[in-house]
């Protein structure tokens, strides 16, 4: 049986904000200028591959984009290159600002 990729705005927050977690936005630079998640780490789904680096391996790592379709594929890449602590936010920002969690504008 699969193990669970998606997670909901409100976990991904509590985990965050208790220091368990880690956000990535896997959106392109001009849409985090338009909306962003405050504290949320920008790596564009096409870098991930080369900024690997970047994102810990020892917290959960929640990825983000607008509404979960390229947040999808950057964890299923982490989780296939030994990163299983990695977990999409399902819909995304538009998902988390609905659910009334922190957005910039």
């Not at 405050?38 to 970047?54: F, Q, S, T």
Request: glycine letters at 8%.
């Amino acid at each position: 049986m699969p193990v669970e990729i998606d997670a909901t705005p409100e976990n991904a927050y509590a985990a965050v904000r208790d220091g368990r977690a880690v956000l990535v936005d896997v959106r392109e630079a001009w849409e985090s200028d338009q909306m962003r998640i405050p504290g949320a780490l920008l790596i564009p789904l096409g870098e991930i591959p080369d900024r690997l680096a970047e994102i810990p391996e020892d917290r959960d790592v929640y990825l983000h984009c607008r509404l979960g379709g390229r947040s999808t594929k950057a964890a299923e890449f982490l989780r296939e290159h030994g990163r299983a602590r990695a977990f999409n936010i399902a819909g995304g920002i538009d998902a988390w600002k609905e659910a009334g969690l922190p957005v910039t504008e």
